[in-house]
């Protein structure tokens, strides 16, 4: 079955340390995405990417981090410098970057601040 | 800016037919993208329009007005298992998706 995982699905941070949330796709997609999804709010693009080894901000990507190694696998590094980072975090991929490119979400990583 | 407006919230009936509006101001407009997800799970397709008029697939049909900025989801013969939030999304100028922060649909029996 092809799909998008996440993992893991609850994550819980300490002040001052970074935490990083895995993306893994098996759909041979180019494109990958993190978005943030906080309540009474509008999904917000962290990071995506196009190809490997290439990535843009997006509209919050101020105290996060990203890598692209590899066609499969998008990670997503909190950081300390993200100052409030409760919120649950959703990973998405498609086929290409592109108006009628539906996006495929993965299950979600919630992230709690101890 | 760019926004998107939906009601917060929708409560409906089951096997009765509900819509589901959304106005969007954004710059440029390459489609909008309507998305279901329940509580705590991931967001998953439910249609794309980028031409007026209405889709129909199945029990859910979408309808797109660019001259207007608007669009509705209509879902008829509602079930319990159609309790969820449903997203609208348009892609900017940029390709970029703007997205709405959701109607939550609560159907009774």
């Known amino acids: 079955d092809g799909g998008i995982t996440q993992s893991p699905k609850y994550l819980f941070r300490k002040e001052g340390q970074n935490v990083t949330l895995s993306c893994e796709q098996n759909l041979n997609h180019d494109a990958m995405y993190w978005y943030r999804q906080d309540p009474g709010q509008g999904l917000r693009l962290i990071y995506y990417s196009q190809i490997v080894n290439d990535f843009q901000k997006g509209d919050i990507a101020e105290g996060y981090s990203v890598s692209r190694e590899k066609k499969e696998s998008f990670p997503l590094t909190v950081t300390s410098a993200q100052k409030n980072p409760t919120a649950f975090y959703l990973c998405a991929s498609s086929i290409l970057v592109g108006a009628s490119e539906t996006q495929y979400f993965g299950p979600g990583t919630r992230l709690l601040v101890l | 800016g760019q926004n998107i407006d939906q009601p917060t919230e929708m409560t409906a009936t089951e096997g009765a037919i509900v819509q589901i509006n959304c106005t969007y101001q954004?710059?440029?407009?390459?489609?909008l993208f309507w998305y279901q997800q329940h509580a705590g799970e991931a967001p998953t397709f439910l249609s794309y329009n980028v031409l007026d008029g209405l889709e129909e697939k199945g029990r859910f049909s979408s309808f797109l007005s660019r001259s207007k900025g608007y669009s509705y989801l209509l879902l008829k013969e509602l079930q319990m298992k159609d309790s969820a939030s449903y997203l609208c999304?348009?892609?900017?100028?940029?390709?970029?998706?703007?997205w709405g922060a959701g109607t939550k649909l609560i159907i009774k029996p």
């Open positions: 999304a348009v892609t900017d100028s940029n390709y970029q998706l703007i």
């Open positions: 954004t710059s440029g407009f390459n489609g």
